[in-house]
């Protein structure tokens, strides 16, 4: 029989390897797909992961969409992984993005057309808050009636789909254009506007966001007692109980660092690159968050990394349904690929399958 058995000593060298494996696994694996589907693979893959950067062609454009594109990732995969470090898992980030774009967009359209330095600070404030207390629903539950965060959390995230669509279509629908659903541009709105703070370069204020986040992120799992809790809670519970780690704080601490960044990422989106509370602004950075908060080894440095990664197959896929007209799905099923493939290698580096006799078994 088969039995599965844990590594005593996994190796270090395979921990650091199995992202690298995993986006060469990815590759090849798309491009048997991409064929599948009729298309050339290698310029499939090619109009992905290289043209982007290196094209001439395409670069002037994608170069600071780059930019555009990580930064909510970027931001929203440094809550995760606090987070799943403690073993919480909050799977509902894309909810908490949806209610921190609408809260942000709330305040100015609330404001609309006044114009004053002061709104878009309380956009920020209001962004952060909306995700902060969207994540507070799963952390109470779980706290209080130990339901289970993932569903809960999951749950969630169609009914901030649900809310969305009747702000698109209701409240905060522009009202100067009948017919059609969406809020004003707030881009043509400045004091709501999160413009490029170096023009041509997607330098908005999302990205300074996300490195200040890095930077707190690493500073609290290497330099602060909150980041020994996090390690400890998800290393081992129960030693982290005897240490005196309360496992309610620890819930909701990390849900709300989840919450705000997220809720931020949702309010520099709508109020910069998107522009609008649309029915279709849900863009699927809260679960691609997930597999960069992986693919960065849970480590701030590292999910970086993976961001501009993932925000490069972000445009990459863009140009390839253009260029080569592949569906928007193939794309997704794509980047899923990615987390398939790392968690295949990192289950392989942790555990090996032992053939035994049937008695013994």
């Not at 190796?11 to 048997?32: D, E």
Request: glycine share 12%.
């Amino acid at each position: 029989m088969i039995r599965l058995e844990k590594r005593l000593a996994p190796s270090k060298r395979a921990q650091y390897l199995n992202p690298f494996l995993a986006v060469l696994l990815t590759m090849i694996a798309g491009g048997l797909m991409f064929a599948a589907l009729g298309k050339d693979p290698i310029a499939a893959i090619r109009l992905i992961f290289f043209d982007p950067i290196f094209s001439e062609q395409f670069g002037s454009y994608s170069r600071p969409q780059l930019l555009i594109k990580s930064a909510p990732l970027i931001l929203i995969a440094v809550g995760l992984a606090i987070g799943f470090r403690a073993g919480i898992w909050n799977i509902g980030a894309e909810g908490q993005y949806i209610i921190g774009a609408l809260c942000g967009a709330g305040v100015a359209l609330a404001f609309y057309p006044m114009e004053g330095w002061f709104i878009f600070p309380l956009m920020i404030f209001a962004g952060a808050l909306g995700g902060f207390l969207w994540a507070m629903i799963p952390a109470i539950l779980k706290t209080r009636f130990n339901t289970n965060e993932i569903l809960v959390s999951l749950l969630l995230v169609y009914v901030a789909e649900k809310l969305l669509a009747g702000m698109a279509l209701g409240l905060m629908r522009n009202p100067d254009v009948a017919g059609f659903p969406g809020s004003r541009d707030l881009r043509r709105y400045e004091s709501a506007h999160n413009a490029d703070l170096i023009a041509n370069t997607g330098m908005h204020w999302g990205v300074v966001a996300a490195m200040i986040a890095v930077i707190f992120a690493y500073v609290m799992m290497t330099r602060h007692s909150l980041g020994y809790q996090v390690r400890l809670a998800g290393q081992a519970p129960r030693a982290a109980r005897f240490a005196g780690v309360s496992p309610t704080r620890l819930v909701v601490t990390c849900f709300g660092i989840a919450g705000v960044l997220a809720g931020l990422a949702g309010m520099f989106e709508v109020s910069g690159p998107s522009g609008q509370v649309r029915i279709d602004f849900a863009s699927g950075y809260g679960f691609t968050a997930i597999i960069v908060a992986f693919l960065g080894r849970l480590n701030p440095i590292g999910i970086v990394l993976a961001g501009l990664l993932l925000g490069l197959t972000y445009i990459g896929g863009e140009l390839s349904q253009m260029m080569l007209q592949l569906p928007g799905a193939a794309i997704q099923v794509f980047q899923g690929m990615l987390l398939f493939f790392l968690l295949a290698l990192d289950f392989q580096t942790n555990y090996r399958l032992r053939l035994t006799k049937g008695a013994r078994a």
